[in-house]
Each structure stands twice: as C-alpha cells, then as structure tokens.
Nanobody
C-alpha cells in the first residue's frame, strides 16, 4: 500500500517544541518533493513548508520562519518537521504530502494541494497552557 504516515503530534505548552515525522511506505521519496500542510479548525488548509528532493530549496511561510525546520532523510524514507517556539496559532492538524519533483524550483513557492500525489492522514498539534 502506497501511503504516508505522520506521527509526533500532541499537546504542548506555548514556547515548547515538537518534532513531526512523515514516513513513506510502498514507494521511495527520493524523487518527491515534500510539503507539510496544516489545517486549523474553521480555516483552510495551508502549506507550511516545502523541501525539494536534494534539499536545494526549503521554503517556509512567514509565520513559521525561524521557528520550524523541515528536513528529510531519503535513506529512511522520512521527512521531519522540527517545530520550536510553538504558540497557540500553530494549533492544527498537520499533514505531509509528496509530489513528483518535476523541476528543481518546485518549492520556490509552496505548491497548492492539487500538486501532490500522496497524503498522510494527519497528526494533531495542540498548543495550550
């Protein structure tokens, strides 16, 4: 079965950290760009960060720059989202998605949802005191 599985979500206090993982099974992530999306209650899903296959581009939305770090380990078929200095506005379900990396600048602007081939089921992140 071809799928992405996220883990690492949970409840954390403001200022805390979490590390999300996204593991691919049934296919190799080598040729796929990876994006983390999030969806807060009552809001549209938004792309948070995108990384190309060879880490040539790693892009972030302004609200997470300097706090989140996206990385990938192709040998482990896994991507990670390190989230630091979390605040209540980061509360959301976080999804990872992979899209065939057709161009080296694919993540220069975080691609929209329709660009992706595989999605995970999401992991809840709640930031609250």
């Amino acid at each position: 079965q071809l799928q992405l599985v996220e883990s690492g979500g949970g409840l954390v206090q403001p200022g805390g950290s979490l590390r999300l993982s996204c593991v691919a099974s049934g296919f190799s992530l080598d040729n796929y760009a990876i994006t983390w999306f999030r969806q807060a209650p009552g809001k549209e899903r938004e792309g948070v960060s995108c990384i190309t296959t060879r880490n040539t581009i790693i892009n972030y939305i302004d609200s997470v720059k300097g706090r989140f770090a996206l990385s990938r380990d192709n040998a482990k078929n896994t991507a990670y989202l390190q989230m630091n200095s979390l605040n209540p506005d980061d509360t959301a379900v976080y999804f990872c998605a992979s899209g065939w990396n057709l161009s080296p600048d694919m993540c220069a602007a975080i691609p929209r949802q329709g660009r992706y081939d595989y999605w995970g089921q999401g992991t809840q992140v709640t930031v609250s005191s």
